[in-house]
């Protein structure tokens, strides 16, 4: 019912900077909060930053000074700006989204997109 789609991934020298976009579509009455995710081979899917629809916004220590999330004005979709790049920030990128859906009911679910490779590399 809902489909995200990440795009703006790549390969970028280290000190480099990417924005990585992720687009929302389908069913949607509402999204609530937005949010990046990454997965570095063999380690587990971890928290980079969240855009709440309300309140702060949050980040990874790792990230903190570097990246910046922000969203668009109907809240379809959010970005990633990643500045000052380093090798360990390498992984695949994964958009998420709570959404309340329009449908026989209202009724609020995780969405997760495909994800979109970064690889940080001299």
């Known amino acids: 019912q809902v489909q995200l789609v990440e795009s703006g991934g790549g390969l970028v020298q280290p000190g480099g900077s990417l924005r990585l976009s992720c687009a929302a579509s389908?069913?949607?009455?509402?999204?609530?909060?937005m949010g990046w995710y990454r997965q570095a081979p063999g380690k587990q899917r971890e928290l980079v930053a969240t855009s709440p629809s309300s309140g702060s916004t949050n980040y990874a220590d790792s990230v903190k000074g570097r990246f910046t999330i922000s969203r668009t004005n109907a809240k379809n979709t959010v970005y990633l700006e990643m500045n000052s790049l380093k090798p360990e920030d390498t992984a695949i990128y994964y958009c998420n989204a709570d959404v309340l859906v329009l449908g026989a009911g209202l009724n609020e679910y995780q969405y997760w997109g495909q994800g979109t490779q970064v690889t940080v590399s001299s």
């Open positions: 389908g069913r949607i009455f509402r999204i609530n909060a």
